[in-house]
């Protein structure tokens, strides 16, 4: 049996499974983790970066002259002083670091000053004289497909295109009773991390290293020996705990770390980069925004049919990680649902605008919010419960995905759905709102349910691995080295919970320690919900091959065989006479005495997954985390104002390292999915934003928090990873949209196509029904 | 980000001092009291004082109290205070409903009635209740003191009627009278941490079943906080019942002008008005004490 197997069915677990509280809860609280900030040392450079004006110009002439001049300022770096690629892209190379010839949005970097201190950038930064020649822009991804609109890259506007072609849709139409044919729209959103993009790089000889909140060490690592021209080996990267990050810092710091380095080489001198709250607004990457044309079809007795949908979503000025999102929503555009024919077009388009980029749910929040918006208005037309009419066509073990993918276990999308609805009293609730709607004159309520699936992990088929190391110190305590940054959600943690579990020891024996590309090999970014999944399976792989020398070394001092070996609570016992034990210390101190291996580092290797790019099908990802939302609102007619009552759900998690953990990612990921649905809206005027700031740009404070007074854990364990399970981080987000505007539509007997659903569109929308019906 | 350009920070020992500093430098000062407002616009550049007069310390000017028929209160009172005041509540409830909804703990804790006022936003939410209770305003200068009725205060976005000697030093208000009802209705884009889209306070005096008297005023709606009067004439020595109410209520769009922002469009606003009104008036006819 593989050490993966015997964790599945491994018996009397004493950490895995169970509510333990954070040990760093109490210090977050009292504000004591150090942040990257937190580590400005005086003789630090400050760098602030000089930015466009301008949506789309060409630059004609940069004078570095009055900046220089500005007593502190030591240097003004620009695309000329690059000694490696002056090349950031990360889908595709479209993205220089410091702009070139041209800009392509009103933040884009284009120089960089170096000072002494704060004051003396921020004045260099002002006096650096850029002469641009304006060119026409785009901002509407619409106008931006037109033949005579202005061309923002060479290759034209169009970045990328998917497809996927199942079955045919064509007969699948013909064979439908019912057709719905819509099309909806999302906004931009902003992660809204406490904490802006912070890097601190410091020189060496011939080495940089760098300090940084973020998601992905070893990407990081690459992007800065690619601009300076550097060996990887050459480039440390160390991570520090981030104030949020939700995708935002996966793309951002990658590449904003190069520009530190690079200052950091050029000076010789420590270099300190933050951003200020509106360079995080005007210039980091946001969520895509989209037009999803969505066309379903249905039989009478509720089986769907077909579904063809166009997808366009826009990436801004640079491509950024847009493939891989409208990948991922090309390849769940149908929803966690059985669909025989299948037809999806997507267009990633270039704008003049802030680019897009990785936020939780990367792309799946869009496409399930036309989806799932989808599947409640053919339940309506069929005159089907929309549970029941979910249930009919729910994915199983065994039927396959959007594109073709069999699942084959780990499905436990219907048991979230039948026990939430069961749990919450489904069917009562619906008829008891419905009477009380009856009665109501101006507040009306409503419930409505949206499900959703989630690949975890990377998209199309690119190779997947992760990697962690344990050190048994002399006096038995563990050193973790994780390889998944901690942004707060907890999985080193998890980590540390199953190497505790493994070795035998409770979990304050585990020191946890953030990346640094110098002590554990590359194990790929925290992203993807992958954390707990890749990462704490090569956690599980190190501990489980450090057990094995403490089992022999325990054996030897034992004198026993090593399977009687058993190790709780940090005793190491003989199993069959217990009374022959030593302490886990012993055993530790012994190991360094005889010369065993007294490390140990673990790998995580995805399964092969592959993909056919003319027609799209093909197994997307190794598994899935399926996800049930039921919201309840409360709509006021007289305002527009929607109040989210409720949010109850049910995910099937593979298996729950720790239920705390995982709620406290239901109530954040549904947090930012109630902004996302009811508030949030980046609004431009000429390519500028208008609102960059915390007083207009209105993300949901603790009292807008909604109650999620009942969390369903479903538990069908993935055999691919450590004790089954699966990764939860993005999966609350991505259903909550769809499910308040679902309730909305049950409440007022309106269909919101287009987030945010603010309380003037329902008003208005009210209004004009009104209207209407007198 | 712009760089602050320096200035002059003076911390004067009484109000006396702050008078004197204030008349010395007048147009170049700007009176610091909780920075709520300040700081941020200063941070943005919007405004650059040569000289920042700090008042935070004075006490002298932090009360809240009755004398004679009026309620007194200090141009420092912080909105915390007022809102814990049992004075306020029990004699000026319009007002201690509208601190209940303005910012978040933090800025109640900071911000002060006096800079609410003197900042002279729109939306502010003090405006709208005191502009209802007739409050008049107490301002000091080298050349003496005056008492400015609230409704001359506001004279346009973040414009006030203090001359640049002037300090606001006090807030004067009756207590609702006998026989009435108040409320206040916000509407903002959540539930905390929010400027008004809307906001209207309403006060009526009864006499039996009959209007003896009716105040309404709005923030966020036009360029300042604005009385009703042609709606309330629709009200006073009326019956008050909800058909009333109703139709009075849509008369309030005629004496706004309001903008459309990211906040929200001039349309919305203008209805908003016609059922915030409605609405804060069907309250305010509940509330009467009988
Ligand atoms: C996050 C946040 C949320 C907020 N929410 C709300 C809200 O919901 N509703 C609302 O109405 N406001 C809100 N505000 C605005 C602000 O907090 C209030 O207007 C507050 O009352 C200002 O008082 P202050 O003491 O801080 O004024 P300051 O910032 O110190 O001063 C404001 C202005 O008034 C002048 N000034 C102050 N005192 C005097 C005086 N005695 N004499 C002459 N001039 C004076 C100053 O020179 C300055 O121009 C919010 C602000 C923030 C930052």
């Keep these: 049996m593989g050490y993966l197997e015997e964790l599945l069915v491994k018996e009397g677990l004493s950490l895995v499974g169970k509510r333990v509280s954070r040990p760093d809860a109490l210090d977050k609280v ?69 702009a070139m010839d041209k800009v392509r949005f009103v933040g884009e970097p284009v120089a960089v000053v170096v000072a002494e201190n704060e004051e003396a950038a921020e004045k260099g930064a002002e006096l650096v004289e850029i002469e641009y020649e304006s060119l026409p822009a785009v901002f509407d991804p619409l106008e931006a497909l037109k033949p005579v609109a202005p061309r923002i890259h060479e290759s034209g506007n169009i970045a990328t295109t998917t497809i996927i072609r199942k079955g045919d849709v064509e007969k699948g139409f013909r064979e439908a009773d019912v057709i719905v044919e819509n099309t ?18 410091v020189p060496e000889i011939n080495k940089v290293t760098i300090l940084a909140c973020m998601q992905s060490p070893w990407l990081i690592r690459r992007m800065v020996a690619k601009v300076l021209g550097y060996k990887q080996s050459k480039v440390r990267v160390i991570e520090l705990p981030a104030g949020g990050a939700f995708g935002g810092k996966d793309d951002m710091i990658p590449m904003i770390a190069p520009i530190a380095a690079l200052a950091a080489v050029k000076t010789g001198k420590p270099v300190f980069l933050m951003f200020k709250r509106d360079e995080t607004f005007e210039a980091s990457n946001k969520r895509h925004p989209s ?117 084959d276990q780990s499905v436990g999308v219907e048991e979230a759905l039948r026990k939430l609805a069961e749990k919450i009293n489904w069917e009562k609730r619906k008829r008891e709102i419905e009477e009380y709607n009856r009665e109501s004159k101006r507040k009306l309520k409503g419930i409505g349910v949206a499900c959703a699936y989630h690949g975890i992990s990377t998209s199309r088929g690119a190779p997947d691995w992760s990697a962690a190391a344990v050190i048994i110190n002399e006096d038995g305590t563990i050193t973790y080295k994780g390889g998944i940054c901690r942004l707060g959600q907890g999985s080193l943690i998890g980590h540390a919970k199953i190497v505790a579990e493994i070795l035998g020891v409770p979990l304050s024996y585990i020191q946890i320690e953030g990346p640094d590309t110098d002590a554990i090999p590359e194990a790929r970014p925290t992203h993807g919900s992958r954390g707990l999944m890749t990462g704490g399976t090569a956690a599980a792989d190190a501990a489980s091959k450090l057990r094995r020398n403490i089992v022999r070394v325990a054996s030897e001092m034992l004198e026993c065989k090593t399977e009687d070996i058993e190790i709780k609570d940090a005793l190491i016992y003989v199993k069959p006479d217990p009374s022959r034990n030593i302490p886990f210390s012993e055993a530790a101190k012994e190991l360094y005495v005889r010369g065993y291996e007294t490390a140990a580092y673990g790998f995580y290797r995805a399964p092969k997954r592959f993909f056919d790019p003319k027609t799209g099908l093909g197994v997307a990802y190794g598994v899935y985390v399926y996800i049930v939302n039921i919201a309840e609102v409360e709509v006021d007619t007289w305002t527009g104002q929607v109040k989210v009552e409720r949010v109850h759900t049910a995910a099937d998690v593979g298996k729950a390292i720790d239920p705390d953990l995982i709620e406290q990612q239901f109530h954040g990921a549904i947090a930012q999915g109630l902004g996302l649905t009811l508030t949030e809206d980046i ?25 999620v007074p009942t969390v369903v854990l479903v538990e069908q364990p993935y055999k691919g990873a450590a004790f089954g399970a699966k990764g939860v981080a993005e999966a609350a987000l991505i259903p909550t949209p769809p499910a308040i505007t679902n309730a909305i539509r049950h409440a007022t007997g309106i269909r919101f196509k287009e987030l945010p659903v603010t309380p003037e569109k329902v008003y208005f929308a009210l209004k004009k029904r009104r209207g209407e019906k007198s | 980000m712009k760089l602050i350009p320096p200035y002059r920070y003076l911390r004067p020992k009484n109000l006396q001092e702050a008078v004197e500093q204030l008349g010395r430098y007048g147009e170049e000062a700007k009176i610091l009291a909780g920075g709520t407002d300040l700081i941020p616009m200063i941070r943005d550049c919007l405004i650059t004082p040569k000289t920042m007069i700090d008042i935070s310390f004075l006490d002298e000017l932090r009360y809240i109290r009755e004398e004679g028929d009026m309620i007194k209160i200090g141009a420092l009172a912080t909105h915390s205070e007022i809102l814990k005041s049992p004075l306020i509540n029990g004699k000026t409830g319009v007002l ?48 003496g003191e005056r008492i400015i009725p609230i409704e001359e205060f506001f004279t346009g976005p973040r414009k006030n009627a203090l001359k640049p000697n002037e300090i606001l030093v006090e807030v004067q208000v009756s207590p609702e009278p006998e026989k009435s009802g108040s409320s ?77 922002d990211v906040r929200g469009s001039a349309e919305y606003r203008r209805e908003m008005s016609k059922v915030l009104t409605k609405r804060c008036l069907l309250e305010a006819l509940e509330s009467v004490k009988r």
């Design chain 1, 683 to 707: 609004v431009f005027s000429d390519g500028k934003i208008l609102n960059n700031n915390y007083t207009d740009y209105v993300i949901p404070t603790v009292k807008d928090r909604v109650e």
């Design chain 1, 291 to 407: 037009i999803i044309r969505y066309k379903s079809g249905a039989t009478k007795d509720g089986k769907l049919v077909a579904v063809e949908i166009e997808i366009i979503y826009e990436t801004g000025a640079y491509a950024n990680r847009g493939p891989f999102v409208l990948w991922r929503a090309t390849a769940h555009a149908a929803g966690p649902y059985e669909v025989p024919n299948v037809k999806v077009d997507g267009k990633l388009v270039y704008t003049n605008r802030v680019f897009s980029g990785s936020f939780r749910g990367f792309g799946d929040p869009q496409i399930h919010f036309a989806a799932e918006s989808q599947m409640d208005e053919l339940a309506a037309k069929l005159g089907m419960d929309p549970v029941e009419f979910r249930l009919k066509n729910i994915l199983k073990p065994g039927l396959t995905t959007t594109c073709g993918q069999v699942v």
């Design chain 1, 184 to 201: 909806y729209k999302t906004q931009r959103q902003e992660h809204a991390y406490l904490e802006t993009e912070t890097v601190i790089a």
């Design chain 1, 30 to 98: 009292l504000g004591r983790p150090l942040f990257t900030a937190d580590k400005l040392t005086r003789g630090m450079l400050w760098a602030k970066i000089v930015r466009s004006k301008y949506p789309h110009a060409i630059i004609k002439r940069i004078d570095k002259g009055k900046a220089l001049g500005v007593p502190g300022v030591l240097t003004v770096l620009t695309a000329e002083d690059i000694p490696g690629e002056n090349q950031i892209g990360y889908a595709i190379p479209d993205q220089p670091l410091l």
């Design chain 2, 184 to 260: 206040f209705i916000k509407l903002g884009r959540r539930r905390a941490l929010t400027l008004s889209v809307v906001s209207t306070a309403a006060l009526i005096v009864m006499d039996g079943v009959k209007c003896r008297d009716a105040r309404i005023a709005l923030g966020a709606v036009a360029p300042t906080p604005v009385r009703a009067k042609e709606t309330e004439k629709l009200l006073i020595n009326k019956e008050l019942n909800g058909e009333v109410i109703s139709s009075a209520a849509e008369k309030v769009v005629e004496e706004i002008n309001p903008i459309t």
């Design chain 2, 96 to 143: 201690a409903k509208a601190e209940k909804v303005l910012g978040a703990t933090q800025i109640r804790n900071r911000g002060t009635i006096g800079g609410n006022l003197c900042n002279a936003s729109p939306a502010a939410d003090t405006a709208p209740p005191l502009m209802v209770l007739n409050a008049k305003l107490k301002a000091i200068s080298v050349e």
